[in-house]
């Protein structure tokens, strides 16, 4: 069993764990720095990206690398799917019944450990859909 990482408490890092756990908006490291700025005047774009990596190293938070080449972040670690907009980028949790051995399967076809797999669903949210939102501002 390998040994959990130890890491002293740090004020920043359980505010943007803590904004991280508010919001289900799936946000980016650039976002949690804006966020968190208004109240935390000295905090660097840096030190947001050094507590997030922590956090994931803990556990506590993953990076979902999407295609739009900007990684999100969430605290939501349950093994879930994503639906993610093509044209706003929005990135909106999403639950539905994992296919029975689906990792099994994967690792009887490569010959790979599979440990855990991540699945991204794209296409258009509901409010980019509507004739509204395609065309361009009056």
């Known amino acids: ?11 920043q890092r359980e505010r943007i764990l803590g ?17 968190l700025k208004k109240d935390m005047p000295r905090l660097s774009l ?3 990206y050094r507590n997030l990596n922590t956090l994931i190293a803990q556990g506590f938070v993953q990076r979902l690398p999407i295609e739009d ?9 349950e093994p879930h799917y994503h639906l993610v907009c093509e ?7 999403f639950s539905m019944p994992h296919p029975i051995g689906i990792n099994v399967q994967a690792e009887k076809l490569s ?8 699945i991204d669903f794209y296409g258009l949210c509901s409010k980019c859909q509507q004739p509204s ?3 361009g501002s009056s």
Request: charged letters at 30%; glycine letters at 6%.
């Open 1 to 11: 069993m390998e040994t959990p990482l130890k890491y002293k408490r740090s004020r």
């Open 19 to 35: 904004v991280l756990k508010s919001t289900n908006s799936h946000p980016s490291a650039d976002w949690l720095y804006h966020q």
């Open 46 to 48: 840096g030190t947001v």
């Open 69 to 77: 080449g900007i990684d999100r972040f969430e605290a939501t670690i």
């Open 87 to 93: 044209q706003c980028g929005s990135v909106t949790d």
């Open 111 to 118: 010959n790979f450990k599979i440990k855990r797999h991540r």
């Open 133 to 135: 939102s395609k065309g």
